[in-house]
């Protein structure tokens, strides 16, 4: 899954425009049916449970990261919303990837995105409406912050360029409890 988002950021390298990674619709849909292979397996091979020992943390970076770049880069809504759920069903933890958070930030992206996907869409070939360059988020990036009484915050900022590269960044700050 690693080589193949790899190609994908390779490929998108050189463009501010996230409408870009519409063209990699192919392999988001083999980083989305890796896990699918390895959490539900054909009938006698043994599945990965999120309750068996072992697998609520893991040092290794499996599926995480890979699935969560899927969600947030690939616009195509009947393959971007079956990805979630794929999140949803990984070990708890991988490094410093929490399956809760990071489905979370996915799915408000999802939410993001498509919010008024009717006034705003680009209508592919495939039929399928997807959100316009300028609603797209570019990054979702989590961050703490200590408040003046010295409790911890979560928040995410979310990226856009809703008027093009040369008008800058907007970026709505987001509260989240975890």
């Known amino acids: 899954m690693y080589h193949v988002e790899t190609l994908i950021w390779i490929g998108t390298a050189l463009t501010a425009l996230e ?7 192919p392999l988001y849909r083999f980083i989305a049916d890796q896990p699918w292979h ?11 449970s999120n309750n068996a020992p072992g697998h609520s ?27 979630p759920s794929l999140l949803r069903e990984a070990p708890k933890q991988e490094g410093s990837w929490q399956r809760r958070l990071y489905s979370r930030i996915a799915e408000r992206v999802i939410e ?20 316009a360059d300028g609603k797209r988020i570019h990054d979702a990036d989590f961050q ?6 010295g409790m911890k915050q979560d928040f995410v900022n979310f990226c856009t360029l809703p008027l093009g590269a040369a008008a800058g960044w907007t970026v709505k700050k987001e509260y989240v409890d975890l």
Not at 19 to 25: H, R, V
Not at 112 to 130: H, P, Y
Request: charged share 25%; net charge negative; proline share 8%.
């Open 38 to 48: 390895i959490f539900n397996p054909p009938l006698g091979a043994a599945a990965v």
């Open 144 to 149: 703490q912050e200590t408040t003046e009484t």
């Open 57 to 83: 943390f893991s040092l290794e970076m499996g599926f995480i990261p890979p699935l969560y770049f899927a969600v947030v880069k690939c616009r195509r809504p009947i393959l971007r919303r079956r990805t």
């Open 112 to 131: 993001l995105e498509e919010d008024g996907l009717e006034l705003t869409s680009v209508l592919r070939v495939d039929g399928q409406k997807l959100p």
């Open 19 to 25: 409408i870009a990674f519409d063209e990699y619709i």
